[in-house]
């Protein structure tokens, strides 16, 4: 006979016929995992999702070779009351020296570094003296160092008494997550040991932001897993009332925790921020469907005597919707593979992975752990209590069947206002979204946004006309036209390049010398104005990492368009970290909510297939898009924008969240083929899947509040929404799919 | 910018260059080369730019090998506005002492240098040509060990007064190696 779970719920019932086997079998998989977690891999870089291969990151890696890697850079924040001082200014130039000597840093720069220049023979000349005498002479300098260079602010401000230091890290460790995160910590452990107690260090710039990440996941990962199956085998203690229910439950889960670490060691793929989630999400999973497991066998088990055979009807009857549920979720999670993204691609085979692994803890370990457990009489017959929920099914029966046509009439209504409301969320991408909370590094980074206007580089590349260098006039009316349209757009104190210097020199014999410096000058030291090859120069403007993509696509265009009338305009290469995130996250974004909807669609799609019965189909649709375009409405009045993490979340409840109608669909069919007619067989299949699943929700639900704890705010984001969308997904899966079904049935036979 | 960097790199590196010819203080020399032993850093001040002196910081490391009686050094100095590599070598063989940096600055020459040692001061006289100017440059160094480390002070040769003047000085304490 037909059924909708493939027939993979078969494996469940060979184990229980060879258990011996079948154990052995699960300890080495069990072994070999345990032996491969030791190798687990993390990575904490913000870019890793990005596709590699798109323009935008070509032009970003482009830049970074010609130059040097930016993105890289190290922003120290110093805040002290004494640092409109001397002596405070002295502190903060021993900082800077310090700094500069740390292990894997090529140089530091502060406000010391101002570059000043002898107007007539070129020579570079201090414009602090090596004494600082007193605090009315320093400020004194400094006020004039402001006057001539208004970009100086970025470095010091004296209305909010913040010093900015920037160490760039040596080449040789920039491509290098590991080496720049340890050359990093070298620098801040450096900078903490050597700063005067009254000096405040925070520390900002992707690769602490990196680092910071890196140190979450690790924590995370501990912290989720553990408290996720206490919190788990609580709920099921509570469900059950028996703590033994309880234990065999967190088998699934904690096997399925630790295979997903051995699969993620296995195929070398390290855990960034979006995968971070895949072991805990996964742990859910098992535990959502071995407690549908569980309660069917517990329900048999609390009238029949018949442990064993109990247990073999259970996974006849929940095995196919199990086994359906995680093909759903398994599509789902393959929608992802949709997206550019390798980083997108490895978490939908993950994802997909894990999926898989979780099927087989419940349908093949939790049987045999049950069947160990009556073998090692640790239940006994009639021993056995009904679970909770046992009322739920038969109130939502009372909703759902009175007024069928009028509640599928409102679901209608409600898919198609929410449906149109959802086109306006917006792709949005902001990088404190992704900062540990309570973080110094987020902390270091709304300073940098509120104090210097952000530490973020939109960096312009603009090509010389000739080889001569700043020394060509040519060249250097390139610098000076370029350097005029971005300082009318973003104004002069936010601009950076060599021609604020060059434009000072009054002489040739200084624009020689200038010339002749930065041709001898080491790579690390010019890399911020020219080029290694000296063929083009740097023009940078400082953003906040707050501004939202939209704008900064805004932003951009509007700067290609003053660019772009110059006649060289379009040789100019615009790029930069900004750049590259609000191109990138929201080609990526509306990528993934592409998938989300292809989940969707496949889905349903598969519930058809498996059920062979269009009308099913067609009675899936608004209960399962209700949930998904719901949080998207919600997300709409929120501010009407979408992050990456949200459009992850989404996808990633629908394919739980389908789940529910699997379950209830399975009864249902099973009820019809006993020639049951539709009223009737959807009355039973709501009073029996209804308990099981208003305590899979629940279980799910708290399971998922484990999300809460973690310090990346993107894993709290993804248990809102996956609670948001499985709260929907029961009400509109229960009510919603039986009144559908009822409805078309009626339609049908009136045709 | 870097090119004037260097030059001060060049001065910092005298204190461990040597040709030191000194028949009396061979051995000692040696000892005292031996005793500069170690990972040193600390701050100080020295001519960077213009006619200036600027605060500088260095951070060295430097192995005494006692077979080869030689002292190799490496390490950075950083100002306000860059920072350069120090290689230096120096090599105590019977009675003399002799060194060399193992990457001097394109177009700097050493064409001569001696030195003496007394008490716990080591004195070093550096001629050298810059050869893109065409013009000779002498440097004294007087490193001395203290208590938590090592003093260098430097000096140049002015034509103006014709006589050597400070320069700058460096005070490099020893510093604990600590793993990552």
Redo the contacts between chains.
């Keep these: 006979m037909w059924r909708i779970g493939f027939s993979f719920e078969k494996l469940g019932l060979a184990a229980l016929r060879r258990p011996v086997l079948y154990s052995l079998i699960l300890l080495a998989l069990i072994f070999t995992s345990a032996f491969h977690v030791r190798n687990l891999k993390f990575d904490g870089s913000i870019l890793s999702v990005l596709p590699d291969r798109s323009a935008a990151f070509k032009d970003y890696e482009q830049l970074k070779d010609k130059y040097r890697n930016f993105s890289r850079d190290v922003t120290i924040l110093v805040e002290s009351e004494r640092l409109l001082t001397a002596s405070g200014l002295e502190d903060l130039?021993?900082l800077?020296?310090?700094v500069?000597?740390a292990d894997g840093v090529a140089?530091?720069v502060?406000v010391?570094?101002t570059?000043v220049f002898d107007p007539q023979t070129g020579?570079?000349?201090?414009w602090?003296?090596?004494e600082f005498t007193s605090d009315a002479d320093m400020m004194e300098r400094m006020d004039g160092l402001i006057a001539k260079f208004p970009q100086v602010k970025s470095l010091f401000s004296k209305e909010q008494k913040v010093a900015v230091i920037v160490a760039s890290l040596d080449i040789s460790v920039q491509e290098d997550d590991k080496k720049s995160f340890?050359a990093y910590?070298?620098l801040r452990k450096t900078a903490e040991e050597v700063t005067p107690e009254d000096f405040k260090l925070s520390f900002t710039g992707l690769t602490p932001v990196g680092a910071s990440i890196l140190e979450s996941l690790i924590s995370d990962q501990t912290k989720l897993t553990i408290f996720g199956l206490i919190f788990g085998i609580t709920i099921a203690f509570a469900i059950f009332r028996s703590f033994m229910a309880a234990i065999l439950c967190a088998i699934p889960p904690a096997l399925t925790a630790l295979w997903a670490f051995g699969l993620f060691s296995f195929l070398g793929i390290p855990i960034n921020y979006l995968t971070t989630v895949l072991p805990t999400l996964a742990l859910i999973l098992a535990f959502a469907d071995g407690v549908f497991l569980y309660f069917r066998w517990q329900t048999l088990s609390s009238a029949e005597p018949d442990l064993d055979n109990n247990l073999i009807q259970s996974i006849i009857k929940v095995g196919p919707a199990s086994s359906l549920t995680s093909l759903t979720t398994a599509v789902a999670f393959l929608s992802f593979a949709y997206a550019e993204s390798e980083a997108l691609k490895d978490f939908a085979y993950l994802g997909a992975g894990v999926v898989v692994l979780a099927f087989l803890a419940v349908i093949v370990a939790l049987p045999l752990a049950i069947h160990w457990a009556i073998r090692l009489k640790l239940v006994h017959p009639g021993n056995t209590r009904p679970p909770m929920f046992q009322g739920f099914g038969r109130w939502a029966r009372t909703i759902a069947l009175a007024r069928p046509m009028i509640i599928s009439a409102i679901g209608i209504v409600l898919v198609i206002v929410f449906g149109i409301a959802q086109n306006w969320v917006t792709a949005e991408y902001k990088l404190v979204q992704y900062l540990p909370n309570k973080s110094d590094i987020r902390y270091g980074e709304e300073l940098a946004n509120k104090v210097i206007g952000g530490r973020a580089l939109l960096l312009m590349s603009v090509p010389f006309e000739n080889d001569g260098g700043f020394e060509s006039p040519e060249n250097r009316s390139r610098l000076e036209q370029v350097d005029k349209v971005v300082s009318e757009q973003f104004g002069a104190e936010r601009v950076f390049s060599a021609w604020r210097v060059l434009q000072m020199l009054e002489t040739d014999q200084a624009r020689e010398r200038i010339t002749e410096?930065a041709s001898?000058?080491?790579d690390s030291?010019k890399s911020d104005f020219i080029s290694s090859d000296g063929k083009s120069a740097l023009v940078t403007v400082r953003l906040s990492s707050e501004m939202p993509v939209a704008e900064v696509k805004l932003v951009t265009d509007k700067l290609k368009e003053s660019l772009g009338k110059l006649a060289y305009g379009k040789d100019v290469q615009i790029t930069g970290f900004p750049i590259l995130m609000s191109v990138e996250f929201t080609k990526l974004i509306n990528q993934l909510r592409t998938s989300l909807f292809l989940a969707i669609v496949l889905g349903i799609l598969f519930l058809g297939i498996a059920t062979r019965s269009p009308l099913i189909m067609l009675a899936a649709i608004t209960p399962n898009l209700l949930p998904i375009f719901f949080v998207l409405f919600f997300l709409f009045m929120r501010g009407g924008t979408i992050n990456l993490s949200e459009v992850v979340a989404l996808t990633v409840a629908f394919g739980i969240a389908i789940d529910n109608a699997v379950h209830l669909i399975n009864v249902y069919d099973i009820e019809r083929k006993t020639g049951k007619e539709t009223r009737h067989a959807l009355s039973i299949a709501m009073e029996e899947a209804g308990p099981a699943l208003a305590a899979g929700t629940i279980i799910i639900c708290v399971s998922v509040l484990v999300t809460q704890i973690s310090s990346l705010p993107v894993v709290p984001t993804l248990g809102h929404l996956i609670i948001s969308t499985l709260i929907v997904a029961l009400f509109g899966n229960l009510i919603m799919l039986s009144a559908n079904i009822l409805t078309l049935t009626k339609f049908t036979r009136r045709k | 910018m870097n090119r004037i960097y260097k030059v001060f790199v060049l001065i910092a590196g005298m204190s461990f260059l040597g040709y030191v010819p000194s028949q009396a203080m061979a051995q000692t020399a040696s000892d005292f080369l031996k005793s500069l032993e170690g990972d040193f850093a600390g701050r100080g001040n020295a001519i960077v730019v213009g006619d200036k002196s600027q605060r500088i910081a260095c951070k060295i490391s430097s192995v005494f090998d006692i077979e080869a009686g030689a002292l190799n050094v490496t390490g950075e100095c950083a100002g306000t506005k860059g920072k350069s590599k120090i290689n230096g070598g120096v090599t105590a063989v019977d009675d003399q002492v002799k060194g060399s940096f193992l990457s001097p600055r394109k177009g700097m020459t050493v064409t001569q240098s001696y030195g003496a040692y007394e008490g716990d001061r080591m004195q070093l006289l550096t001629s050298m040509v810059d050869e893109n100017a065409g013009r000779l440059v002498k440097i004294k160094q007087v490193i001395s060990k203290t208590e938590e480390g090592i003093n260098a002070q430097f000096f140049t040769f002015s034509n103006a007064s014709n006589a050597y003047e400070p320069t700058g000085e460096i005070i490099l304490k020893a510093s604990v190696k600590t793993d990552e």
């Design positions: 130039r021993n800077h020296l310090d500069s000597l140089k530091a502060s010391f570094s570059p020579e570079l000349v201090d602090f003296p090596e340890l910590r070298s410096l001898q000058a080491d030291d």
